[in-house]
């Protein structure tokens, strides 16, 4: 049956539009009628099965359309509105968006007959596991706005955290991209042509200067291999990295690195026990909720470690003794877990553990971020000071000579 956009004036007056399916237009205006509305206007949707299509299509949604649309979607619940008439209100703003137009194909699911949550996991390569096991636990307690407002701080706490590390690692990163480039230049253009009307004298260079020359000279002789060289291994690591192999043992030798394996080892921690006390809130089992909280962990070590845990938990371990056999997560977060199994109040436990490492991590990359610029400014210094060095060392030595 297609969908049809109504306009009509209800009983008490009011003029509302929704979206309803029926077998024409003139069944669909008997039904309204018989309900008592004064039927305005019915308009066929066109192009609904090219919205069917394009939903089940490659769709990505930012995290800020979908922050938007629940914060939006909890509000309307909670003043009153059904599901279907908080969607009808989303949809009618006239936007363009994807996200608008996925939602007028999950309105027409609804209006089949769909729960909330079943429509919206019919389109499970678009939203997350994590968030129509939400949809669900807030039908399961009947109180969907309250799971929505759940959800939307869980996802105000992450996108804190996660652009903390962003913003931690922009700096360093264009601070020794700088670097490289200067560095380059100096050694490419500047130093072959100071040194090279020395060198053209016939005069014997000094040896530090010599070496800078050499340097130099096989830099600019070579830059074009060595771009290929560069080129072809970032190719080969991208390959290695999509295979199975290639993914897990990459993942794991990140985590030996000091400092930042520890760095990230603690942000998943946050992270995984945020995501672990969201879902538990909802009344989801811990196995179930292990097993949606997974997906959201981007290194592919940690989320066999995650596998194993969830194999021990069905054969009928504790949380916290799983987590401590897997060797990877921290002491500190293992024994609050397992004070919270012991309590009855893993669920609080979990976000009192996300808080815990969220301003751990916080605190160490502002020691990263806080050694790293005097670092690279020593390093730059260094390097600079031995390229000036070793051009001016043929004026001293000319001028001893003339001396």
């Known amino acids: 049956m297609p969908p049809f956009r109504c306009k009509m004036a209800t009983p008490n007056g009011r003029i509302v539009e929704n979206t309803l399916i029926s077998d024409s237009k003139a069944t669909l205006k008997e039904r309204l009628e018989k309900d008592g509305n004064f039927v305005l206007e019915i308009k066929k949707i066109k192009g609904s099965a090219t919205l069917i299509k394009k939903a089940r299509g490659n769709i990505r949604l930012k995290e800020k359309e979908l922050y938007s649309f629940n914060l939006e979607f909890s509000v ?3 003043a009153g509105l059904s599901v279907v008439s908080a969607l009808d209100a989303i949809i009618g703003k006239d936007d363009k968006s994807d996200l608008n137009e996925l939602l007028k194909v999950i309105r027409i ?3 089949h007959g769909e729960s909330l949550s079943n429509a919206f996991a019919n389109y499970s390569h678009i939203f997350s596991n994590f968030y129509i096991a939400n949809l669900k636990a807030g039908e399961k307690s009947g109180d969907v706005p309250l799971v929505l407002t759940r959800y939307i701080d869980y996802l105000k706490r992450v996108a804190a955290i996660r652009q903390k590390v962003i913003s931690a690692s922009i700096y360093p990163l264009i601070l020794l ?11 490419i253009f500047v130093v072959p042509s100071i040194t090279g009307t020395f060198a053209g004298t ?3 260079l000094p040896h530090i200067t010599q070496m800078l020359l050499d340097i130099s ?4 002789g070579n830059f ?8 072809i291994s970032s190719f080969g690591a991208l390959y290695y990295r999509k295979t199975p192999r290639g993914n897990m043992a990459i993942d794991r030798a990140f985590l030996s690195v000091p400092f930042l394996g520890t760095l990230y080892i603690n942000y998943s921690t946050s992270k995984l026990s945020r995501t672990l006390a969201t879902i538990l809130s909802g009344g989801v089992t811990l196995i179930d909720s292990l097993k949606i909280a997974c997906g959201i962990l981007d290194n592919r070590y ?3 470690k995650i596998e194993d845990i969830l194999k021990n938990l069905k054969e009928g371990e504790g949380f916290s003794e799983s987590m401590k056999k897997t060797g990877v997560f921290p002491d500190l977060a293992v024994r609050m877990i397992a004070a919270g199994e012991n309590s009855g109040a893993l669920e609080q436990i979990l976000n009192d553990v996300a808080d815990f490492y969220e301003g751990d991590v916080e605190t160490k990359l502002s020691i990263l971020t806080s050694a790293i610029e005097p670092a690279l400014m020593i390093i730059m210094g260094l390097a600079i000071g031995f390229i000036v060095m070793a051009m001016y060392m043929p004026i001293f030595q000319m ?3 003339i001396g």
Do not use: E, M
């Open 217 to 220: 000279h096989f830099i600019k």
């Open 76 to 78: 309307l619940l909670r």
């Open 177 to 187: 991209t700088a670097s490289v480039f200067v560095l380059a230049f100096l050694l």
């Open 202 to 204: 016939g005069a014997t």
């Open 302 to 304: 940690l989320q066999n």
């Open 109 to 111: 699911d609804i209006a």
């Open 224 to 231: 074009l291999w060595f771009f290929f060289l560069v080129a």
């Open 399 to 401: 001028a001893g000579t």
